[in-house]
């Protein structure tokens, strides 16, 4: 519509008719009226009763009346008087109500309008009520606080008679203004003034108060709104208190496009089918040249006299648009999307017999034979309540292609209007994470179809099939071998946990659902795959949450995280085949029984993020728990907030002992090493069957080793610790190595020397001052000689390394048992006081050149005697040996010790831990001498 206008003064004055005015305005009160009558005849019942008992409401205070607040409350409407059937309603609800009828001095409120897809084609029973309240500006601050709380009482008791009621207090002057209030999920708020209006104009029905003065300027006045309406005004053609001037709708701006479409796209996933509607107008909206604004085509029926309502029914307006719009662009496959959402939000069913006939029917039969739709896609659409999984992801897919060609409409706009843009930017950061983390696909990401396309997806009964090298895949019903091959999986997977988590997800999978399983797997069991559904359900509740604009304004973050272990997997099977069973008193599940066998062999991790995404990952093998840790460290390593976490085990085999094996492993780790891991250096280490596992950080980077066997790890065990870092093992490694016992003494700065007794050998265990620790093993002999000589070698070292470092002497080394108590198993720790060794018992030392081969560059000297490779040849070790053999007082044959050590070429800062390494390499050359 083009619209030519010369002087603004003399076109106003064109028209200015008393007679003209009146038709007009008893044009608009009767179409008014009629689309009131058309609300009613399509609302329910009790719908319909609020309907009419809102203007009474608001127009009296009266106690018995719902929203009662006090007398005080502002109340009476402009031109209003309740009608008899409005005061027998009010009587309904209560009796004690009695209709006072006075001249009020004042009117605090002004106008009551209903606005929105109400009374229009677009109107359902889900369809909420949105209304406008316009009050006067000089009311106080308290008399608002109490209209605010009267608003919000009706609201309630509207929710109590099952209707969705949001009524919306403003002004004249905000409304003109655009001063909306904020944003919400139900109010565009201030961003979208004019587009808020246009909708309100063609949409709006006056309950009662003023009219609006918008419908007495002509359409060919358009562009002179301003003028006009003051010169109704001022020369009295109207009376103000009779009209309310809310101002006109002129060029929409850039920013209200931008911001209607983000809007839009963020209700898109809580209700697409209307999203997709409002999406399309924006589009049309934001051509060049812009077309006129529905509300302006609205208007100018009416002064054409084309009052029929369906001409001017505001959903048609839209979609009559929208279709243009769309024919042009040759988008065919999206204006039927969208012809199938007008369809459904109508909430009708064509292809069903009425009780009754009724206008919106009517119409939109008019429509679907315009579309020449058959009756095939009707019977389709109205059974929308039985759709099932297939339906549901092929209309997901169209309506996905759909948003996400408007999200990129909207990147594209927002490149052009960079100025936008950054205005905006936090809310288009809410927009892309809402849209990637419900329509982006990403490996291991578990997809959910039903963007409340359908209302209920369950079966009753599933079957699951696994097919050891084809992975699994779900058919609906129960189903037997015999039926395989006749019916398409309603998906496939590699892995069983994610097939039912995406069934879960998408609740196909109820608690009511029977479940059937066929499998070519042995270890996989019906109830297994029960319990693992069940355990589903108890850990993440359906449905799923959806995320809050709150959670997708911060980085996402692991929410629940769910370990489901052995998953169809019998960690006993190899020695089953070879008809083996392991029994032991020691249960550890990561290292069970004397061989140590790990029971943990499949590891499936299924998590919620706050961004509601539900990922899964899968780890097998003796590697599943070492990559497990990595990837739990990567998932929570850049969050505060600790995850609930729950480990689940479903299996024939020790299942219980298992999942609290692992569950006390991840307790651990989240509560106590991953903190400590944010601030200082950790060395975390855990015994995995016969080896042991090493997660260690530095600078909060992890970094994971594994090792063979303890020999391996006793190596990693005796490199210093730097002062900072921190030593920790896993509670029940250190336990079942003594470890804990050891490491609890650990003083930096001080040695300590721990033994004990096992079987035929003696361990003799070395943590010095920098905390490395080192283990010799002697066979079992008598132990004094053997401490005696252990702690006079100790003071020997470290005394002239301390000397060579500048440094002051450590204290004399403290000695521990380590013993069981009263025929406890547990181990139990108890100093001893060691008397100094008498000289025979320590008159062997030793003298080397690091970094030169150990025979060719060792001397040993007994007492005042030296002996080398160099001097006394090949047999030097045993010539050594012999001599101490003699000095000694007693006959008995027990090993060769060492008490000295002097290692040339060696920093000054090493610690005495490489000394015990070397003595323990030249004692066992020496005692290999001996035997």
Same mark, same amino acid.
């Given at each position: 519509?083009?619209?030519?206008?010369?002087?603004?003064?003399?076109d106003? +004055?064109?028209?200015?008719?008393?007679?003209?005015?009146a038709?007009v305005?008893? %044009?608009?009160?009767q179409?008014?009226?009629?689309?009131?009558?058309?609300?009613?005849?399509?609302?329910?019942?009790?719908?319909a009763?609020?309907?009419?008992?809102?203007?009474?409401?608001?127009?009296?205070?009266?106690?018995?009346?719902?929203?009662?607040?006090?007398?005080?409350?502002?109340?009476?409407?402009?031109?209003?008087?309740?009608?008899q059937?409005?005061?027998?309603? =009010?009587?309904?609800?209560?009796?004690?109500? $009695?209709?006072?009828?006075?001249?009020?001095?004042?009117?605090?409120?002004?106008?009551?309008?209903?606005?929105?897809s109400?009374?229009?084609?677009?109107?359902?029973?889900?369809?909420?009520?949105?209304?406008w309240?316009?009050?006067?500006?000089?009311?106080?601050?308290?008399?608002?606080?109490?209209?605010?709380?009267?608003?919000q009482?009706?609201?309630?008791?509207?929710?109590?008679?099952?209707?969705?009621?949001?009524?919306? !207090?403003?002004?004249e002057?905000?409304? %003109?203004s =655009?001063?909306?209030?904020?944003?919400?999920?139900?109010?565009?708020?201030?961003?979208?003034?004019?587009?808020?209006?246009?909708?309100?104009?063609?949409?709006?029905?006056?309950?009662?108060?003023?009219?609006?003065?918008?419908?007495? #300027?002509?359409?060919?006045?358009?562009?002179?709104?301003?003028?006009?309406?003051? %010169?109704?005004?001022?020369?009295?053609?109207v009376?103000?208190g009779?009209?309310?001037?809310f101002? &006109?709708v002129?060029?929409?701006?850039?920013?209200?496009?931008?911001?209607?479409?983000?809007?839009?796209?963020?209700?898109?996933?809580?209700?697409?089918?209307?999203? #997709?509607?409002?999406?399309a107008?924006? $589009?049309?909206?934001?051509?060049?040249?812009?077309?006129?604004?529905?509300?302006?085509?609205?208007?100018?029926?009416?002064?054409?006299?084309?009052?029929?309502?369906?001409?001017?029914?505001?959903?048609?307006?839209i979609?009559h648009?929208?279709?243009?719009?769309?024919?042009?662009?040759?988008q065919?496959a999206?204006?039927?999307?969208?012809?199938?959402?007008?369809?459904?939000?109508?909430?009708?069913?064509?292809?069903?017999?009425?009780r009754?006939?009724?206008?919106?029917?009517?119409?939109?039969?008019?429509?679907?034979?315009?579309?020449?739709?058959?009756?095939?896609?009707?019977?389709?659409?109205?059974?929308?309540?039985?759709?099932?999984?297939?339906?549901?992801?092929?209309?997901?897919?169209?309506l996905?292609?759909?948003?996400n060609?408007?999200?990129?409409?909207?990147?594209?706009?927002?490149?052009?209007?960079?100025?936008?843009?950054?205005?905006?930017?936090?809310?288009?950061?809410?927009?892309?994470?809402?849209?990637?983390?419900?329509?982006?696909?990403?490996?291991?990401?578990i997809?959910r179809?039903?963007?409340?396309?359908?209302?209920?997806?369950?079966?009753?009964?599933?079957?699951? #099939?696994?097919?050891?090298?084809?992975?699994?895949?779900?058919?609906?019903g129960?189903?037997?071998?015999?039926?395989?091959?006749?019916?398409?999986?309603?998906?496939?997977?590699?892995?069983?946990?994610?097939?039912?988590?995406?069934?879960?997800?998408?609740?196909? !999978?109820?608690?009511?659902?029977? !479940?059937?399983?066929?499998?070519? &797997?042995?270890? /996989?069991?019906?109830?297994? /795959?029960?319990?693992?559904?069940?355990?589903?359900?108890?850990?993440?509740?359906?449905?799923?949450?959806?995320?809050? &604009?709150?959670?997708?304004?911060?980085?996402?973050?692991?929410?629940?995280? /769910?370990?489901?272990?052995?998953?169809?997997?019998?960690?006993?099977?190899?020695?089953?085949?070879?008809?083996?069973?392991?029994?032991?008193?020691q249960?550890d599940?990561?290292?069970?029984?004397?061989?140590?066998?790990?029971?943990?062999?499949?590891?499936d991790?299924?998590?919620?993020?706050?961004?509601?995404?539900?990922?899964?990952?899968?780890?097998?093998? +003796?590697?599943?728990?070492?990559?497990?840790?990595?990837?739990?460290?990567?998932?929570?390593?850049?969050?505060?907030?600790?995850?609930?976490?729950?480990?689940?085990c479903?299996?024939?085999?020790?299942?219980?002992?298992?999942?609290?094996?692992?569950?006390?492993?991840?307790?651990?780790?989240?509560?106590?090493?991953?903190?400590?891991?944010?601030?200082?250096p950790?060395?975390?280490?855990?015994?995995?069957?016969?080896?042991f596992?090493?997660?260690?950080?530095?600078?909060?980077?992890?970094?994971?080793?594994?090792?063979?066997?303890?020999?391996?790890?006793?190596?990693?065990?005796?490199?210093?610790?730097?002062?900072?870092?921190?030593?920790?093992?896993?509670?029940?490694?250190?336990?079942?190595? +003594?470890?804990?016992?050891?490491?609890?003494?650990?003083?930096?700065?001080?040695?300590?020397?721990?033994?004990?007794?096992v079987?035929?050998?003696?361990?003799?265990?070395?943590?010095?001052?920098? +905390?490395?620790?080192?283990?010799?093993?002697?066979?079992?002999?008598?132990?004094?000689?053997?401490?005696?000589?252990?702690?006079?070698?100790l003071?020997?070292?470290?005394?002239?390394?301390?000397?060579?470092?500048?440094?002051?002497?450590?204290?004399?080394?403290?000695?521990?048992?380590?013993?069981?108590?009263?025929g406890?198993?547990?181990?139990?720790?108890?100093?001893?006081?060691?008397?100094?060794?008498?000289?025979?018992?320590?008159?062997?030392?030793?003298?080397?050149?690091?970094?030169?081969?150990?025979?060719?560059s060792?001397?040993?000297?007994?007492?005042?005697?030296?002996?080398?490779?160099?001097? &006394? =040849?090949?047999?030097?070790?045993?010539?050594?040996?012999q001599?101490? !053999?003699?000095?000694?007082?007693?006959?008995?044959?027990?090993?060769?010790?060492?008490?000295?050590?002097?290692?040339?070429?060696?920093?000054?800062?090493?610690?005495?831990?490489?000394?015990?390494?070397?003595?323990?390499?030249?004692?066992?050359?020496?005692?290999?001498?001996l035997?």
């Amino acid at each position: 519509m083009t619209v030519h206008s010369r002087d603004p003064h003399a076109d106003a +004055d064109e028209g200015l008719d008393r007679k003209v005015l009146a038709q007009v305005r008893k %044009r608009f009160v009767q179409v008014n009226r009629d689309k009131l009558e058309r609300l009613r005849r399509a609302a329910r019942e009790r719908e319909a009763d609020l309907i009419d008992l809102l203007p009474l409401l608001w127009h009296v205070n009266h106690p018995s009346l719902p929203g009662w607040v006090d007398y005080d409350t502002p109340c009476s409407l402009s031109d209003y008087t309740p009608t008899q059937a409005t005061l027998l309603a =009010g009587k309904k609800i209560a009796k004690a109500f $009695e209709y006072e009828r006075r001249a009020a001095l004042r009117r605090d409120l002004y106008a009551l309008f209903l606005m929105g897809s109400t009374g229009s084609l677009g109107h359902s029973g889900e369809s909420d009520l949105d209304v406008w309240l316009i009050y006067r500006p000089d009311l106080s601050h308290d008399a608002l606080q109490s209209l605010q709380e009267k608003a919000q009482r009706i609201s309630k008791y509207a929710e109590q008679q099952g209707v969705a009621l949001h009524v919306y !207090l403003m002004t004249e002057e905000q409304v %003109r203004s =655009g001063a909306f209030g904020p944003m919400s999920s139900e109010h565009s708020g201030s961003t979208q003034h004019m587009l808020l209006l246009d909708e309100f104009y063609r949409s709006a029905i006056l309950l009662a108060g003023r009219s609006p003065l918008w419908w007495l #300027v002509p359409p060919e006045q358009h562009l002179n709104y301003a003028v006009y309406s003051e %010169r109704l005004l001022t020369q009295r053609f109207v009376k103000a208190g009779e009209y309310i001037d809310f101002g &006109n709708v002129v060029d929409i701006p850039a920013g209200e496009f931008f911001s209607g479409t983000l809007w839009q796209l963020n209700k898109s996933l809580d209700a697409p089918y209307k999203s #997709v509607l409002k999406l399309a107008l924006m $589009e049309v909206y934001a051509q060049l040249p812009p077309p006129p604004p529905l509300s302006l085509i609205y208007k100018s029926r009416i002064y054409h006299n084309q009052t029929a309502l369906d001409d001017l029914d505001p959903y048609l307006l839209i979609y009559h648009a929208v279709e243009r719009h769309l024919i042009e662009q040759g988008q065919l496959a999206r204006l039927d999307l969208i012809r199938r959402a007008l369809y459904l939000k109508t909430g009708i069913k064509l292809s069903q017999s009425p009780r009754v006939s009724d206008w919106q029917r009517d119409l939109l039969q008019k429509l679907v034979k315009q579309w020449g739709w058959p009756r095939s896609t009707l019977q389709m659409l109205d059974q929308r309540r039985y759709w099932k999984i297939e339906t549901v992801i092929n209309e997901r897919q169209q309506l996905s292609e759909v948003l996400n060609q408007s999200a990129r409409t909207l990147q594209q706009f927002a490149r052009q209007h960079s100025d936008l843009a950054e205005q905006n930017q936090q809310e288009l950061t809410i927009l892309r994470r809402k849209l990637f983390a419900t329509l982006e696909k990403r490996p291991g990401k578990i997809e959910r179809h039903n963007l409340h396309i359908a209302p209920d997806l369950s079966e009753s009964a599933l079957t699951i #099939v696994e097919r050891n090298s084809e992975g699994c895949e779900i058919l609906r019903g129960l189903h037997d071998k015999q039926q395989l091959g006749k019916e398409r999986p309603l998906k496939r997977s590699n892995d069983l946990i994610e097939l039912l988590a995406w069934t879960h997800a998408n609740e196909l !999978l109820s608690r009511r659902t029977r !479940l059937a399983l066929i499998s070519d &797997n042995p270890a /996989a069991s019906l109830a297994e /795959a029960a319990t693992l559904a069940r355990d589903l359900f108890d850990f993440f509740p359906q449905p799923l949450p959806l995320a809050s &604009n709150e959670a997708l304004d911060a980085p996402a973050q692991v929410q629940k995280l /769910a370990l489901f272990i052995n998953v169809g997997v019998d960690p006993m099977a190899e020695l089953s085949r070879q008809g083996l069973q392991l029994v032991s008193s020691q249960t550890d599940a990561l290292a069970y029984g004397a061989s140590h066998e790990l029971l943990v062999q499949k590891i499936d991790l299924v998590w919620l993020t706050s961004w509601g995404e539900l990922h899964t990952s899968q780890f097998h093998g +003796d590697d599943a728990v070492p990559e497990f840790l990595g990837k739990l460290h990567a998932l929570l390593e850049a969050q505060k907030a600790k995850p609930q976490v729950q480990a689940f085990c479903a299996s024939p085999i020790r299942a219980r002992s298992i999942a609290n094996r692992m569950q006390l492993v991840v307790d651990e780790l989240l509560h106590e090493v991953f903190p400590l891991a944010k601030h200082a250096p950790v060395r975390y280490l855990l015994r995995l069957g016969k080896g042991f596992v090493e997660l260690q950080w530095e600078e909060q980077q992890l970094s994971l080793r594994r090792c063979a066997d303890i020999t391996e790890l006793m190596s990693w065990l005796a490199e210093p610790i730097t002062p900072a870092c921190e030593l920790i093992f896993e509670q029940q490694t250190a336990r079942a190595l +003594d470890f804990d016992l050891i490491y609890c003494q650990r003083r930096q700065g001080s040695l300590q020397l721990f033994y004990r007794r096992v079987l035929e050998r003696i361990d003799i265990f070395v943590l010095d001052e920098a +905390d490395a620790l080192v283990l010799c093993q002697y066979p079992n002999t008598e132990l004094k000689p053997l401490l005696q000589a252990w702690q006079q070698f100790l003071v020997q070292v470290s005394d002239r390394q301390r000397r060579l470092s500048g440094l002051p002497p450590l204290p004399t080394p403290d000695c521990f048992e380590l013993c069981s108590s009263n025929g406890e198993q547990r181990t139990q720790l108890r100093r001893l006081e060691l008397t100094p060794a008498t000289p025979e018992s320590w008159a062997l030392s030793a003298s080397l050149q690091a970094g030169k081969p150990l025979r060719q560059s060792l001397q040993l000297q007994v007492q005042q005697q030296e002996f080398s490779l160099l001097d &006394n =040849g090949e047999d030097f070790l045993s010539q050594a040996v012999q001599q101490v !053999l003699r000095l000694r007082q007693q006959p008995e044959r027990y090993p060769v010790y060492l008490s000295d050590l002097i290692i040339t070429d060696v920093p000054f800062d090493v610690s005495t831990a490489y000394f015990v390494r070397q003595k323990k390499q030249i004692e066992e050359l020496l005692n290999s001498a001996l035997n």
